[in-house]
Nanobody, 124 residues
Framework: QVQLVESGGGLIQAGGSLRLSCEAS????????MGWFRQAPGKERDFVAVIRGINNSTYYADSVKGRFTIFRDIAKNTLYLQMNNLKPEDTAVYYC?????????????????WGQGTQVTVSS
């Protein structure tokens, strides 16, 4: 079992930066694939970024590439999402997720463990 708790969301103006955190517990964090997804009002949950535990390789949705960075601190068992140059269209509830298979995935059904979500609101 993996437990995930997100934090760091808030209200920010366009062009600003936020860092989301996701604290994981329950199993060896270094061997877990972890991702960030987001869900805007009235829309489906979309993939944002993923990091593989085995080699720290990352992959991003085109909409956030160059602005967002996913990384982790193994010692703290914490996943992060650094979000720069935020845009109003980034407004959503952001969720971290984990899967125990070592293959990265952009599909939410492949993730067995989810946090409760944290709201990010970007004003224009």
């Amino acid at each position: 079992q993996v437990q995930l708790v997100e934090s760091g969301g808030g209200l920010i103006q366009a062009g600003g930066s936020l860092r989301l955190s996701c604290e994981a517990s329950g199993r060896t964090f270094s061997n877990v694939v972890m991702g960030w997804f987001r869900q805007a009002p009235g829309k489906e949950r979309d993939f944002v970024a993923v990091i593989r535990g085995i080699n720290n390789s990352t992959y991003y949705a085109d909409s956030v590439k160059g602005r967002f960075t996913i990384f982790r601190d193994i010692a703290k068992n914490t996943l992060y999402l650094q979000m720069n140059n935020l845009k109003p269209e980034d407004t959503a509830v952001y969720y971290c997720a984990a899967r125990t298979n070592n293959a990265a995935s952009i599909t939410q059904k492949d993730y067995a463990y989810w946090g409760q979500g944290t709201q990010v609101t970007v004003s224009s």
